[in-house]
Structure formats: structure tokens, C-alpha cells
């Protein structure tokens, strides 16, 4: 089992919709939890970090953290083709400090 | 305010050759890592380092493969030997503290590309 899953996409919404992306991870001691956006050829560029149970919200993301299931997912509100990324999750675990990552699902914002 | 830099950008090597990358964190940050991107993957990460020290290398393939981050100047990431397995994408991040819920930023990467 990876230890961070994601389903790769691509993932197809309007112009205008909310995008919902979603993230597992399989180590219960995972303390610190990433969403990084990527465009192709580029580097990763941080977007939220979330690290308590609930919603934290930052302009038209928002991310929503479930320690009890494991899950982490980002809502991208009024999607805007400039969002059309892959979108990585990223896991911190309380005893390291390197991140793992899952393999990115890839969003496609249709004008 | 200069982020994480890292060069070259694209480095080309045959077969055989040595590969050396350079990463200069933000400033401000004294701890860096190394992540490695092989095409249409997610990142792996290699190795952690502070000023003069390894602090984590479990992601690092035992051989060929070496890091630094010396007291004064850039960390490098060096792949003796090169081979076309190791054609991806090296970025590195850096982070002010060490706490492992610090965020960490990234530099734009070097592609290298194998022969």
C-alpha cells in the first residue's frame, strides 16, 4: 500500500466550478499535511499546509483534514483554467522531517 | 527576498560522467533537502541536511549518490557515474527551523538528463 494515495486524474471541471481533490495516507503518526501545485516543467509551489482536524480556508482553496480517516482534500473554488495543474499531497510524519508525497492528480479547468 | 536557487537549471551527461547540482536555500533557512521527480512521478525524497551535517539520508541510493552542505556555500547533490536511470528532475527545499511541520519551499529544480 503507498503511503500517500491520490487518484491521478486527470480531473475535468468548468470554468467557475469547485475542484475537489483528495488524499490518503496510510502512517497514523503523520503530523503536518501539504497541498503543492505544480504546472508542467515547473517546481512544486506551496499552497496550503493544514495540521489540525477541520477546514482551513485561504482565499479559494480550502483544506480539510480527517486524522480519524486518514484523509486530506483541497476544494478550489471558482476554478479558473490558470488553476489547471497536478496537484501534489504531502505528508509530514511526527518523527522525520522529510515529506511524502503522493503522485499528484492532474486538474484541467475547461474555459 | 531571493527564494531557494538552485543550478544549473538543465545538465546534460553521458554515460559514466559525474553530475554535480547546487542549491542554495532561502535566506533564513539552514535546512535543506533533496527530492528527486523521475517523469510523471511523484517526488522522492533523498536526503536531509543541515550546515555540515546529514541528518537523514534513507532516501539516498547507497552508492554512487552523495550530498554536502558545507559551512560555507551551496549544498551539492553528486551522482558519480551516471546512468540514464538517473534522468529526472532534482529539486531542492529548504525550511527555517527544525521542526518537521515547517513548511518547505522549493527551488525551480535542475533536469538532468542522461546520455
Known amino acids: 500500500q503507498k503511503e500517500v494515495e491520490q487518484n491521478s486524474g486527470p480531473l475535468s471541471v468548468p470554468e467557475g466550478a469547485i475542484a475537489s481533490l483528495n488524499c490518503t495516507y496510510s502512517?497514523?503518526?503523520?503530523?503536518?499535511f501539504f497541498w503543492y501545485r505544480q504546472y508542467s516543467g515547473k517546481s512544486p509551489e506551496l499552497i496550503m499546509s493544514?495540521?489540525?482536524?477541520g477546514d482551513k480556508e485561504d482565499g479559494r482553496f480550502t483544506a480539510q483534514l480527517n486524522k480519524a480517516s486518514q484523509y486530506v482534500s483541497l476544494l478550489i473554488r471558482d476554478s479558473q483554467p490558470s488553476d489547471s495543474a497536478t496537484y501534489l499531497c504531502?505528508?509530514?510524519?511526527?518523527?522525520?522531517?522529510?515529506?511524502?508525497f503522493g503522485s499528484g492528480t492532474r486538474l484541467l479547468v475547461r474555459p | 527576498n531571493a527564494g531557494v536557487m538552485q543550478n544549473p537549471r538543465h545538465l546534460v551527461r553521458r554515460r559514466g560522467q559525474e553530475a554535480r547540482l547546487r542549491c542554495s536555500p532561502m535566506?533564513?533557512?539552514?535546512?535543506v533537502y533533496w527530492y528527486r521527480q523521475l517523469p510523471e512521478e511523484g517526488l522522492k525524497f533523498m536526503v536531509y541536511?543541515?550546515?555540515?551535517?546529514?541528518?537523514?539520508e534513507s532516501g539516498m541510493p547507497k552508492e554512487r549518490f552523495s550530498a554536502e552542505f558545507p559551512k560555507e556555500g551551496p549544498s551539492i547533490l553528486r551522482i558519480q557515474q551516471v546512468v540514464r536511470g538517473d534522468s529526472a528532475a532534482y529539486f531542492c527545499?529548504?525550511?527555517?527551523?527544525?521542526?518537521?511541520?515547517?513548511?518547505?519551499?522549493f527551488g525551480p529544480g535542475t533536469r538532468l538528463t542522461v546520455l
Open positions: 527545499a529548504s525550511s527555517p527551523l527544525r521542526d518537521p511541520s515547517e513548511e518547505q519551499f
Open positions: 502512517d497514523r503518526v503523520s503530523q503536518s
Open positions: 493544514i495540521y489540525s482536524n
Open positions: 504531502a505528508v509530514g510524519l511526527d518523527s522525520s522531517y522529510k515529506l511524502i
Open positions: 535566506k533564513g533557512h539552514s535546512h
Open positions: 541536511l543541515q550546515k555540515e551535517n546529514i541528518i537523514d
